[in-house]
């Protein structure tokens, strides 16, 4: 008898919790069973194990070999595992040197000629191997996800026979080097193609510089889309832990990591028809949604009042706590949804330049309006209106030079460095305890505030939302506290909202 273990690791959300496989070998009928609730694909990992060994030039042991994925209460699933129950069962049958298998975290299915394939979900099993000092051998398709992580030793594989003949050998595996991240972005858009619409441009500006949540309204044509679009051009780059979360959720969800895209923020722009699993995620595996790809980046809704109000409710919750938790009958999952929200619409069914002058009855406005809630829109920072582009902003366009998004930039980097240098956070998720520190106001600009709640009806939460604003502005214009000037251009960006139809 003989029993072999090596780890490896799970996929549960964002986690990767980790996984002993303990092989096995006893005398008896030839039989090959595996526990520790492995799903259908771990379950066909026998026909594929057994085929790679063979293929390998290694001999399948017939005798009664039992596999164990522990934990036993960890529900398994995908072809992650098929590399280390084939290693062990190699180890346990004395075929192969494995005095140093207890070393690696290794991660790779087989084909049935024991070559191996990349896994998804890579990134977050790497960054637990790293935290627990352990090296890790991965299969060689995986090495642009791979390269991201510094500090770890990661070792590529092309076949279960190279890594046999390691073992066996003493002669290392090719060893993975990561990659230096670092670069300068490239974007196919640029802020100065926007002409006009000096207003939206700055309130874009304010948005950028502490991640306020931000709703354009105005009839079709005005660059409101456009505008939207390139907001990500003036977004800072994503700091290494900002990345390698961002990182992480793309890499569970099947979609490319490597070091040309890893530090630039996400833009996700669903079609209106997306349902509202589509937007949080979920599944009876869940799996992230839309607001979790966004993360660290923008969300860009177009077109917002066509969207299904059930599917653009569900973003109440996160857009508050940032995070979103899914719970299913027998799996619950939670992934971060730090997201920037921006919408666009039109001020009426019919698309006219002003609900102020619209042609639609009361009804048709009414009934458009309601396709958004209070509530919803009670968590929208800025909400402004884009007027139609005059005859000689069209024609003098080549005559006015627009700032480019590189500009910009610059500037709102610096105002976000002076932020999170002051409080550690951006000022959108400035805490209440932290509101009452860092946004004091003067006894004029008291007063002005009181009025504008009265006159608007605002409740508690616009309240806050509009000194996290008025504390922005300040902060672009380098000053320690917030003036009179910048508490009346916050509260020019929330009026949308109380507007009567």
Same mark, same amino acid.
């Given at each position: ?67 164990n994925l522990a934990p036993a209460d960890l529900p398994k699933e995908g072809g992650r595992y098929d590399l280390a129950i084939a290693l ?111 207003q939206a441009r700055r309130a874009l500006e304010i948005a950028a510089s502490g991640a306020h949540h931000m709703i354009m309204m105005g ?142 009855? &009361?009804? %048709? *406005?009414? $009934?458009?309006?309601?396709?958004? @809630? ?5 968590? #929208? /920072? ?34 976000? &460095?002076? %932020? *999170?240098? $002051?409080?550690?956070?951006?000022? @959108? ?5 932290? #509101? /009452?520190?860092f946004c004091q106001l003067d006894e004029t600009s008291e007063k002005i505030l009181m009025t504008a709640i009265d006159k608007l009806k ?44």
């Open positions: 008898m003989s029993l072999t273990q090596l780890s490896t690791r799970a996929q549960e959300g964002i986690n990767a919790p980790e996984v002993n496989v303990e092989v096995h070998i006893s005398n008896g009928l030839p039989a090959f069973t595996m526990v520790g609730l492995p799903e259908a694909a771990v379950r066909e990992a026998r026909d594929r194990v057994r085929s790679a060994i063979i293929n390998s030039g290694f001999e399948f042991p017939a005798r009664r070999i039992t596999v062990g069962i190699l180890a346990a049958s004395s075929q192969i040197n494995a005095s140093t298998l207890d070393q690696f975290d290794c991660y790779g299915e087989l084909a049935l000629s024991g070559e191996c394939r990349p896994i998804a979900g890579l990134l977050p099993a790497l960054i637990s191997s790293k935290q627990q000092h352990k090296k890790v051998i991965i299969p060689h398709q995986n090495e642009p996800e791979a390269s991201l992580i510094e500090g770890l030793t990661i070792f590529t594989s092309q076949s279960l026979a190279q890594i046999c003949a390691s073992l066996n050998s003493g002669h290392p595996l090719p060893q993975l080097e990561a990659l230096d991240a670092r670069y300068t972005p490239h974007f196919e858009c640029d802020l100065d193609e926007v002409y006009g619409q000096y009839p079709p044509g005005t660059g409101k889309s456009m505008l939207a679009q390139r907001l990500n051009t003036i977004l800072p780059l994503m700091s290494e832990a900002e990345a390698m979360s961002s990182a992480s959720i793309r890499s569970i969800s099947h979609k490319p990591v490597n070091a040309d895209n890893w530090l630039q923020r996400p833009f996700q722009s669903p079609h209106h028809t997306v349902s509202g699993v589509a937007l949080v995620g979920g599944g009876s595996n869940p799996k992230p949604g839309e607001i979790s790809l966004a993360h660290n980046g923008v969300l860009f809704l177009d077109e917002l009042t066509e969207f299904d109000r059930k599917s653009i409710e569900v973003l109440r919750e996160p857009l508050e706590t940032g995070k979103i938790h899914i719970s299913r009958a027998a799996r619950q999952a939670e992934f971060p949804a730090q997201f920037q929200l921006v919408a666009a619409m039109n001020p009426c069914p019919r698309g006219c330049d002003s609900i102020v002058s619209c042609d639609c009855s &009361a009804e %048709q *406005l009414s $009934r458009y309006r309601n396709k958004l @809630s209070a509530p919803l829109m009670d968590r #929208i /920072d800025i909400q402004i209106e884009l007027p139609r582009l005059q005859s000689h902003e069209l024609l003098n366009r080549k005559q006015v030079k627009q700032e480019a998004s590189d500009v910009i930039r610059t500037r709102v980097t610096r105002t976000r &460095a002076k %932020q *999170l240098q $002051r409080q550690s956070c951006l000022n @959108s998720r400035l805490t209440n305890h932290q #509101i /009452d520190h605002l409740t508690a939460r616009s309240y806050h939302k509009l000194l996290k604003l008025a504390r922005t502005i300040a902060d672009m214009a380098d000053e320690k506290n917030i003036q009179k000037m910048h508490l009346l251009e916050a509260i020019s960006y929330r009026q949308q909202d109380k507007r009567p139809l």
